[in-house]
């Protein structure tokens, strides 16, 4: 096992961070490596946007839901799916391209070039001894967000990537059997046995939160998540991204 696997393998993530801010040459790092990820038909579908204003990442924390390492941490990202630049293409090749921009393949695109993207930042930052945190819930009030950091129409806010020193150390939270997540050849839809195995895996994360709660919370894995999904969320997303001319066909 190399020193990139045990990075993978050792993800965490961090909710408190110290404060200290990073260098340029961290965050151009952490970008450049952003950059370096795969993209589709080299369309390169995303911007990132860094936010040092400190009344902007307060205010991006309280429409993420009060999340405090929003606005507290080393430096905070905000991943978007980004085809602005491709009706600027538009313009300077004299070419109708909106048939495409405003597919759903397009905007899956986007969507897969973003998450890509920040995933090698996440690796980047974390090999560099920092600690990250996802935040989907800057999507809870888009338009707010939009406003906030003043995005052009054919630009979506997607989620936010927290990064810093962290000031915590928890444990890494077991994920799902890999006999579960890997199928060879074809998908194997042998219900009694992913049933079983996910009845395993109740047990596994159960003692878990048991012992990372001291006792206070000993959910499974499966209430936890129809507990979660049983609460239909951001319902003005299709929408939204339609107004904003992704995905209109």
């Known amino acids: ?28 790092t952490i970008v450049k490596s952003a950059q370096a990820a795969s993209t589709s ?9 860094g936010v040092k204003d400190k ?15 929003v606005a507290k941490n080393g430096h905070f ?18 070419k109708d391209l909106s048939g495409s921009l405003e597919s759903m393949e397009t905007f899956m695109v986007s969507l897969i070039d973003t998450a890509l993207a920040a995933q090698n930042a996440s690796v980047a930052a974390e090999s560099m001894g920092l600690g990250v945190v ?17 995005v052009p129409k054919k630009v979506i806010p997607l989620f936010g990537l927290a990064v810093g020193y ?24 042998n219900n009694g046995v992913l049933k079983e195995q996910l009845l395993e895996y109740n047990e596994v994360i159960s003692s878990y939160y048991e012992k990372r709660t001291n006792g206070k919370r000993k959910d499974t ?7 979660m999904l049983s609460n239909q969320k951001r319902q003005y997303m299709k929408e939204f991204i339609q107004n904003k001319g992704f995905s209109k066909h």
């Open 134 to 150: 996802y935040i989907g819930g800057i999507r809870n009030n888009l338009e707010e967000v939009c406003k906030l950091l003043k």
């Open 1 to 28: 096992m190399n020193v990139t696997i045990e990075t993978l393998l050792n993800h965490k993530s961090i909710r408190k961070f110290q404060e200290r801010t990073l260098t340029k040459e961290q965050i151009e």
């Open 55 to 69: 009344q902007k990442k307060e205010k991006l924390a309280e429409l993420a839901g009060n999340q405090v390492y």
């Open 221 to 227: 894995w499966t209430e936890q998540m129809a507990q």
């Open 166 to 189: 962290p000031d915590q150390s928890p444990d890494v939270k077991p994920r799902l059997p890999l006999e579960h997540i890997y199928h060879e050849d074809s998908y194997h839809e």
């Open 77 to 94: 990202f905000v991943f978007c799916a980004d085809i602005h630049r491709h009706e600027l293409i538009s313009d300077m090749e004299s």
């Open 41 to 49: 038909s080299f369309i390169q579908a995303y911007s990132i946007i």
